[in-house]
């Protein structure tokens, strides 16, 4: 089977793609793959990393407010879709796959126009304007949140399948993952992770907390402050006592530090609440509001409503209100128990699978 799969900009549109492109390969021995993507995204890295092949459009994101860009949009538009053609008719795909970013927008639609099989993959619990457009001319849906559901005219496309997890993931055990990084299994952990580059409001917040409680709290912590924001924390830390607290720059174990934990502080992207979900972590979320059309909070809430975590926006953020959650919930096992079983239920560990089954009725009518 010949498979382009089209996603790009963030992790979170890439890494979905890879792991669906790694089911295909496992289901499909000698499967090729093809993805496509822009020259300004982390696919440029992801993607040969893990040994695919990808080649290159032009797109530009789409303002609203009519300017100077939209001519340019438009412009780069028009050739994005000739240049995405003319990639599909060399490579001649079974179907076309589209995880996300505007990437997705020329070449699933150019795709659709052929009458090649086509599906999208939506991560987050609010749609991307790019994935409810081509919702019209796709043959299949694939979503990660019910709630996404009524955002989408055509019922009969849409498919639960969840956020394909890592497998590294998927395989972590609390217990083994608590022996392996040294943690005093007499104490509870707390993750507190804002992103590969940091959020620096999270940040701030948790400075203020080792300032104020040096030595109080009685719980671990692992405190990743993101690359690009490690040398300011530690310049705000110089001199505070710190115990119990490991701060990081990245966490690369994400599997095992994510399985430690009895509590993880953290933003809402749609790959974090599918794994912690896949692991049935507790969570206090700190959805982003950086974001196009809010959509973190959207995935936050998806899981506050069904019991999994606790939600607090930045704007209501602040040193106390947070501490004292991280003791409320710690304090609180029978809650903390309620909270991971939730988590768990919401999970879902074979959605590349799910998503496999899908390509396959596509392609060859069924198995």
Not at 72 to 82: D, H, T
Not at 102 to 131: K, R
Request: glycine share 8%.
């Amino acid at each position: 089977m010949k498979v382009i799969i089209a996603g790009g900009g963030t992790a979170g549109h890439i890494n979905p793609g890879i792991a669906i492109a790694k089911q295909i390969r496992k289901e499909y021995p000698g499967s090729e793959i093809l993805f496509i993507g822009t020259k300004r995204g982390m696919e440029t890295k992801l993607v040969p990393y893990e040994g695919f092949e990808i080649k290159f459009i032009r797109v530009k994101g789409f303002r609203r407010k009519i300017s100077l860009d939209t001519l340019i949009w438009l412009k780069e538009l028009f050739l994005g879709i000739c240049e995405a053609r003319k990639i599909i008719k060399q490579f001649r795909p079974d179907t076309v796959i589209g995880t996300g970013g505007y990437v997705c927008g020329p070449v699933v639609f150019v795709a659709s126009m052929m009458n090649i099989p086509t599906l999208i993959h939506e991560q987050n619990a609010f749609p991307g304007v790019t994935n409810r457009i081509l919702s019209r001319f796709v043959d299949a849906v694939a979503i990660s949140f019910r709630e996404s559901e009524r955002y989408f005219r055509s019922k009969e496309k849409l498919y639960y399948t969840g956020n394909p997890v890592r497998q590294e993931i998927l395989k972590a055990d609390k217990m083994s993952a608590r022996e392996k990084l040294g943690i005093d299994m007499k104490k509870p952990l707390v993750v507190v992770v804002g992103g590969s580059l940091g959020a620096e409001r999270i940040n701030d917040t948790i400075v203020e907390m080792l300032k104020k409680r040096s030595g109080q709290y009685s719980f671990n912590m692992i405190f990743a402050t993101g690359n690009g924001q490690y040398d300011r924390v530690m310049q705000l830390l110089q001199g505070v006592k710190t115990p119990n607290v490991d701060i990081v720059p990245y966490i690369y174990d994400a599997a095992n530090v994510y399985a430690a934990a009895d509590l993880i502080v953290c933003r809402a992207g749609a790959i974090t609440c599918s794994e912690l979900t896949a692991l049935g972590v507790p969570a206090i979320m700190i959805p982003s509001p950086n974001v196009v059309a809010n959509h973190q909070e959207y995935n936050a809430r998806a899981l506050e409503k069904n019991g999994a975590a606790v939600v607090i926006l930045e704007k209501d953020l602040s040193e106390e209100i947070l501490y004292n959650q991280i003791m409320r919930l710690l304090g609180d096992k029978k809650q903390l128990r309620k909270m991971a079983e939730n988590s768990k239920k919401s999970g879902i560990t074979n959605s590349a699978e799910k998503i496999c089954w899908i390509i396959d009725k596509l392609v060859f009518g069924g198995k």
